[in-house]
């Protein structure tokens, strides 16, 4: 029977210099779903998306993509994965298409496959307008399509995107959101971001990370102010928090 957990981490820890970065995360990726991974500064989140999208090896742990282990069959897991890093590397003396021709024969497409994945991941992500463009050219917001455009080329089961709207304006941040529900319809997506309305706009869980640890981990279903239960679980110990009575 096929499973509906596209990506499993058990265990997973980081350690940088003997300090913990990351410590016990599980972390599970059901299909169709779209999980928010938050944290304050320093709670481990770029470190948990580098370990997941195989960038980075964890000191103890295992993660499985669409059922492949990722350490010990990295290039096969890497196939079922599409990755947006925080700083996307889209050559600016490239124009759209010949980026992402590019990128197509990185993931080994050719000939037609190629062509039609081209075509399809620049309708869903509204690059046709500007395809022959150089992305030096762009705006920040359409850059970021083309970043994403990349990650989905290749039609992965797991969409890993790291602080997507990070930098845009109001009204390109809303394009980019709409694009990731709607990208949620086909692919299972994790997003790491700061902003909460994001998550509360985009994502159908929240897994909370603080200290390198999980601390929330639920369906946003229910809740009414992520903010609140953001603000209840990482600042309650802090003073300047206190302060203020605990008021967001
Ligand atoms: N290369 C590194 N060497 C040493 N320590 C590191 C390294 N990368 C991260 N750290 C430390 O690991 C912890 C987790 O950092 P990480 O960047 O994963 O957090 P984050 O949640 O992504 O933070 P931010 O939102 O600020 O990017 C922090 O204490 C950080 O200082």
Redesign the pocket.
Known sequence: MESSILLAAEGLSRD??H?P?VENLNLQLQKGEVLGLL?P????????MQMLTGNLAPTTGSIHINGIDLLEEPRQAKRHLGYLPEQPPVYRDLTVNEYLEYCAKLHGLGGAVRTQAISLARERCSLNEVQNRLIAHLSKGYKQRVGIAQAILHSPAVVILDEPTVGLDPLQMREIRKLIRELGQEHSVILST?ILPEVQAVCDRVQI?NR?RTVFNDSLKGITSLEQVFFDLVYQDDPAFADEGGDA
Do not use: D, E, F
């Open positions: 940088y210099n300090q970065a944290g500064n320093g709670a481990g989140k770029s470190t948990t700061h990370l390198g």
